[in-house]
């Protein structure tokens, strides 16, 4: 006989609850068994139509209001009579991990499982059964609760999704991500500041190992896969384990600057700075430093986002070198000379010489073979002369076929030694290239006490017009010979 008080707590219980006979699965696994079957799981997972055999020999003894409530029965036998509805879809995978805990004997197990509301509310549920005592051989009585936690699942799906959502923009970003942990550079800061020290800038220039000391506390949480793909390392191990080759060289200063910065509490800020690639290239990229949300008081979490700017500096710097140099003969324009000659003006060193050359038969060999074969004469002379000058002298090349070298600090004996090393390469460049002799006329001059620079120009230019005077009256004599 049931008592009263224990009828009414179970109809009264905040939670659904459920009796239910379990002895038709009892038989069913008592014939599997003799048939062989070790595995339930696997078993029950090779057909799902197993589980539902299962579910269907589950017999519904009573259920309390709670029960009633949660699934919007009108009664027990509403509720009996609609269970298709009530156990379905999802519900089916979760079954095969209680039928596998009664398999193995248990007469106690728990899952969480998928149910529905006859209306088709979907309900995340926390199940909990447990065989009744006296029932553990045929597993007659079962007492089961189903706990609705819905609202817990669906906000543990939203943080899970909003994680997924978060991982996949850092993973899949174009940008190469890390995240690192600069606590410790914090607490680093914080002793010096609390020193009295005022000005971080000149600490910084007494104690450079201090800048060391701060990168070597610089902890890596995290990097993405544009990471790898900018330094070219094949895994996060590797790039890790090699962070003294990528962050080398140049990365010191940058990274006092950023210390600067840190040490004015400036805690979003950005640079362009200097890395290399595990091969060894060097990769220019801006840096945008952020201490994330919440962390601002230990920086224990901040985000570095570096953008390969590599190919935009190679194009600065080409842009660069060709406001400055002639592109067909590698040597320095008109423009830079013409800076180089205000320079030189302005400037007290002294000793100063300029040497004017002029590639001889530049003309007649455009009119007579082409201009192909005038730009050839033109880009041996430049070899020529890249090779006989360096600095702190320059070679430029100043009209169609004018050059000119500007020496500073050489007096008239660096000069003759800068010609005779010219004469020397025209030699051997010619003996490349027997059938096209490459000949120039040269002016060189050496400043004077009181004269302009523009001055010596003009000496240099009327000695070498000189000299090709002497070399066109030679041809024209040769020719009337």
Known sequence: MIDPDEAMTFDLAPIAMWIEDFSGVKAIFDGWRAEGVTDLRAFLAEDVSRVMACSQRIRVLKVNRRTLELFEAENQAHLVANLHLVFRGDMLQSHINELGQLWDGRTA????AVNYTLSGRRLDIQLRGSVLPGYEESLGKVLLTTEDVTVREAARRAEQESRRYAEGIFEHSPVSLWVEDFSRVKVLLDSVRDRGILDFRVFTDVHPEFVRQCMSEIRVIDINQATLDLFRAPDKQTLLRRLADVLR??????????????????????????????????????????????????WSLVQVALTDITARKKAEAYLEY??????????????????????????SLRPVSIVIIDLNGLKTTNDLLGHDAGDALLRRLGEVLNEAVSPPNHAARIGGDEFALLMPGADEAAVEATLENIDRLLTINNQYYSNAVLTVSI????????????????????????QKKIYYSTQANRRRS
């Open 322 to 347: 060709l406001g400055k140099h002639d592109v067909l003969t590698k040597l320095h324009n008109r423009a830079f000379y013409m800076d180089e000659l205000n320079r030189m003006e302005r400037k």
């Open 109 to 112: 197990f728990s899952s969480n």
């Open 443 to 466: 002016g060189a001059a050496t400043i004077r006490a009181g004269e302009a620079v523009s001055d010596l120009v003009k000496r240099a230019d009327a000695e070498m017009y000189a």
């Open 249 to 298: 060289d140049d990365m010191e200063p940058h990274f006092r600057e950023q210390l600067v910065e840190l040490w004015n509490n400036n805690l979003f800020h950005h640079r362009e700075v200097v890395n290399y690639a595990l091969d060894g290239s060097k990769r220019f990229v801006l840096m945008q430093f952020s201490v994330l949300p919440g962390h601002e008081d230990d």
